[in-house]
């Protein structure tokens, strides 16, 4: 389910994406930020796991970044599980 990280109000928009300047329906912070993307990740220091991409400054700040792809909290579940059990074989053979 795609949902505003903010205060969790799934989108319910047209296409995949939300449009460059759509707020979320809740609270009225933009959609297309790096706090929703699926490639934003808090550990990283560049904070996105895609490589090439630009500084985009504030992480709520609207901004157009060309790589944007919403979050989709089932989607990244179902990823989180696969790498799990991925490191889990893996540590099987460096004993």
Do not use: I
Not at 39 to 53: A, I, K, N, W, Y
Not at 57 to 71: D, I, K, T, V, W
């Amino acid at each position: 389910m795609k949902k505003c990280h903010r205060c969790g109000t799934p989108w319910l928009g047209y296409g995949a994406q939300p449009r460059l300047r759509e707020v979320c329906e809740g609270c009225g912070k933009t959609l297309h930020c790096c706090n929703n993307c699926h490639h934003f990740d808090h550990e990283l220091s560049r904070q996105c796991t895609l490589d090439g991409t630009f500084w985009e400054g504030s992480r709520e700040a609207q901004n157009y970044c060309e790589g944007f792809a919403m979050a989709d909290s089932v989607r990244k579940e179902a990823e989180e599980k696969v790498n799990k059990a991925e490191n889990a074989f893996h540590s099987l053979w460096e004993k």
